[in-house]
């Protein structure tokens, strides 16, 4: 038998959420107890807070190739097949891949204009994502497109030379990478 004392009652703290005027019937009749069915759902907003451990596994080397501001592809050795957007293994044979060191110039091959976005990107909207094309590349890479007004957005663009430029202190994002037009 233990000489602590048995907890008898949970322990109140000012932490916590705090409802004011919850609907409750002040009599517990069978009526009120129907109506309860009638009820609007209490809504609680809570803070919520979490630290994400992720890792980037077999695509590590293309981000620390961004932050050193270098663009990274891969290659299928046998066949030759260069994804821009990289792959560890080929789509078409399930082989290995090679990194691979793109250009940093390219064209777009089409776009787009974001009115919308997630809640990170939404007070940057509107902004213009690019599929650009790199030389020797046979896949795309998605990015921003900045040097551009939105609200001017022209079919002229596609097939315009851009280059691309590197965040000056990476966050290991894709968005650590971005085009704008290359100079004539």
Known sequence: MSDKPIK????????????FNVPFPTELTPE??????????????DPYSITYIHSY???????????NKVLLGSRQPETGYTYATP?????????ENDWV????EGKVHAFTVCHFGSESFLPET?????????EGAN????GRMIGVDPNDASLDWIGMKVKA????????????VYFVPAEA
Not at 32 to 45: D, E, G, N, T, Y
Not at 87 to 95: A, E, L, V, W
Request: no cysteine; proline share 7%; hydrophobic share 40%.
């Open 32 to 45: 009120a107890l129907q109506s309860l069915k009638q009820m609007a759902p209490i809504i609680v907003k």
């Open 87 to 95: 792959r560890g293994h080929d789509m078409y044979t399930g082989k």
């Open 139 to 142: 896949t795309l890479l998605l």
């Open 101 to 104: 060191v793109l250009p940093q």
């Open 126 to 134: 509107p902004f213009v994502l690019v599929l650009v094309e790199f």
């Open 165 to 176: 430029k590197f965040r000056r202190l990476s966050k290991f994002k894709p968005t650590d």
């Open 57 to 67: 596994g077999q695509d590590s080397p293309w981000f620390a190739g961004l932050a």
């Open 8 to 19: 008898r009652k949970m322990e109140e703290t000012e932490e916590g959420t705090t409802l």
